[in-house]
């Protein structure tokens, strides 16, 4: 199962980040391959929505929420599953908590087994996107926090 991991510290409270998170309305603007999302008014364990990508309507579901901390999403496109993990972590020095720690995974089960694992795990397109979200994330919550 290919997996690309990465991180980064944003200059804002967990709870600015977790609000960029956790606004469905503000996916399109983050979230990868989301250009809208329909039937999802709030980020709860077990919710399910449409998001559309280029004009196809696609599914997913919010499989684990702890505010402030962990958001996890499954995304169903076709026979491709995929798992996008944000976890929060305060990062600040001496206990402040206005620097926020931003870690992301991306994670799918890929076509040819074992030697398909191996061949998207290097995927660079990939790696690139889980590199954009987190710049978009930060952006937008740095922008919140005024920063």
Same mark, same amino acid.
């Given at each position: 199962?290919?997996?690309?991991?990465?991180?980064?510290?944003? =200059? *804002?409270? *967990? *709870?600015?980040?977790?609000?960029? %998170?956790? =606004?469905?309305?503000?996916?399109?603007?983050?979230?990868? =391959?989301?250009?809208?999302?329909?039937?999802? /008014?709030?980020?709860?364990?077990? !919710?399910?929505?449409?998001?559309? =990508?280029?004009?196809?309507?696609? /599914?997913?579901t919010i499989? &684990?929420? &702890?505010?402030?901390?962990?958001?996890?999403?499954?995304? &169903?496109d076709g @026979?491709? &599953?995929?798992?996008? /993990?944000?976890?929060?972590?305060? @990062?600040?020095?001496?206990?402040?908590?206005?620097?926020?720690?931003?870690?992301?995974?991306?994670?799918?089960? *890929?076509?040819?087994?074992? %030697? #398909?694992?191996?061949? %998207?795990? #290097?995927?660079?397109?990939?790696?690139?996107?889980?590199?954009?979200?987190?710049?978009?994330?930060?952006?937008? !919550?740095?922008?919140?926090? #005024?920063?």
């Amino acid at each position: 199962m290919p997996k690309f991991e990465r991180h980064v510290e944003i =200059d *804002a409270p *967990a *709870a600015t980040v977790w609000n960029v %998170l956790s =606004d469905p309305n503000k996916w399109p603007l983050w979230f990868p =391959d989301v250009d809208a999302i329909a039937s999802l /008014t709030g980020v709860k364990s077990g !919710a399910t929505f449409q998001w559309n =990508d280029n004009g196809t309507m696609k /599914t997913g579901t919010i499989g &684990q929420v &702890q505010p402030n901390q962990l958001l996890k999403v499954t995304q &169903q496109d076709g @026979s491709r &599953q995929e798992t996008h /993990t944000f976890e929060l972590k305060g @990062s600040g020095w001496f206990g402040k908590d206005n620097e926020t720690r931003l870690e992301y995974t991306l994670e799918y089960e *890929a076509p040819g087994g074992i %030697l #398909g694992s191996f061949v %998207l795990g #290097g995927n660079p397109v990939d790696m690139m996107s889980v590199k954009r979200t987190l710049d978009k994330v930060k952006s937008l !919550a740095e922008g919140q926090a #005024g920063r």
